[in-house]
Nanobody
Framework: QVQLVESGGGLVQAGGSLRLSCAAS????????MAWHRQAPGKQRELVAG???????NYADSVKGRFTISRDNALNAVYLQMNSLNPEDTAVYYC?????????WGQGTQVTVSS
């Protein structure tokens, strides 16, 4: 089993920045891919950014150039640096980890961007 705990969400004005953190505990050795997803009210959950254990990252087109995902394998953590935030980024952000046999999700952290 893997447990994921997110932190770093909050309220920020448009144009501002936030950094999300996700700490993994449990069966860490089984984690390969880690990612951040988000779900806005009335919308489906979507991939924001993902990163492999060797550091290869992928991003949703809507966040390219503004968000940066990083990973610290020694600390079993993944981060999301979010810059130039706009109201469309308002959502609950979920940490995701892919284990050998199943995916794991965190509880989510709210990010609200005011205009």
């Amino acid at each position: 089993q893997v447990q994921l705990v997110e932190s770093g969400g909050g309220l920020v004005q448009a144009g501002g920045s936030l950094r999300l953190s996700c700490a993994a505990s449990g069966s860490i050795v089984s984690i390969t891919y880690m990612a951040w997803h988000r779900q806005a009210p009335g919308k489906q959950r979507e991939l924001v950014a993902g990163i492999t254990s060797d550091g290869s990252a992928n991003y949703a087109d809507s966040v390219k150039g503004r968000f940066t995902i990083s990973r610290d394998n020694a600390l079993n953590a993944v981060y999301l640096q979010m810059n130039s935030l706009n109201p469309e980024d308002t959502a609950v952000y979920y940490c995701y980890a892919l284990g050998l046999t199943r995916p794991y999700w965190g509880q989510g952290t709210q990010v609200t961007v005011s205009s």
